[in-house]
């Protein structure tokens, strides 16, 4: 039987999810595969034989669909941000007090895709956000309660798929142990204002810093006419 064997860092990825996501929407999933085996710090687990996509499909119609998909992706992330917006202005401007907002409030100020990110930990798929191509002059903020966090001139292109800092505005972020993959510790970054997940830092980016705040875009708002 054939086999394909994968060996990406898992480094480069937010969760062993994204890890396995990324694999299935890359070349190696055009078609029918039958194994496929994820290899990390020794270890290797196994998926069995299933199809990713119909080996029957034409290349011009994969083409379209692969566009679609992507348009789809990107308008639904701009959604969000932009229902986000509508329904957390009015409290930016009010002085709410984020510490003592209760889940079903934040269900009610965040959209979907945004509450699953900043209040469950959870991660957007990779270049599924346009902020990961935003390199305008501006502030990149907090898509829970508007707190400034990165200043654009921070911003490099990490080539991971997700908007990746080589720094935050200083008192902007908290950072944490995540031991949630238990070979794979990390550090979790969240917005010192309201205490929303933003992403993980690594020790993996450029100079002067040396490392790369990975953030999920739907956590983030933009706002090119602000200066840290």
């Not at 959604?79 to 409030?105: K, N, P, R």
């Not at 204002?193 to 933003?198: I, Q």
Request: contains cysteine; aromatic residues 8%.
């Amino acid at each position: 039987m054939n086999q394909i064997i994968c060996i990406l860092p898992f480094q480069c990825f937010d969760s062993i999810d994204q890890h396995i996501q990324m694999i299935c929407s890359t070349g190696l999933g055009h078609g029918r595969m039958s194994k496929v085996h994820l290899r990390n710090l020794g270890r290797s687990t196994s998926f069995g034989s299933r199809s990713i996509c119909m080996a029957t499909k034409s290349d011009r119609d994969f083409t379209e669909n692969s566009r679609d998909q992507s348009r789809r992706m990107a308008l639904r992330a701009l959604v969000s941000s932009v229902a986000m917006v509508a329904t957390t202005g009015t409290a930016f401007a009010s002085g709410v007090d984020w510490g003592t907002l209760d889940d079903d409030e934040w269900k009610k100020r965040l959209a979907p895709d945004s509450y699953k990110i900043l209040r469950k930990a959870g991660t957007e798929m990779p270049f599924s956000s346009p902020l990961n191509k935003e390199y305008r002059p501006g502030v990149f903020c907090c898509a829970g309660c508007g707190s400034q966090l990165f200043d654009s001139s921070a911003k490099f292109n990490s080539g991971t798929g997700w908007p990746s800092f080589t720094q935050a505005l200083p008192g902007a972020v908290d950072e944490t142990g995540d031991y949630s993959i238990v070979f794979m510790p990390r550090t979790e970054v969240t917005c010192h204002t309201c205490h929303g997940h933003l992403g993980h830092v690594f020790p993996d980016g450029p100079e002067p810093t040396g490392l790369r705040y990975c953030m999920n875009g739907l956590a983030l708002t933009f706002d090119p006419s602000s200066s840290a």
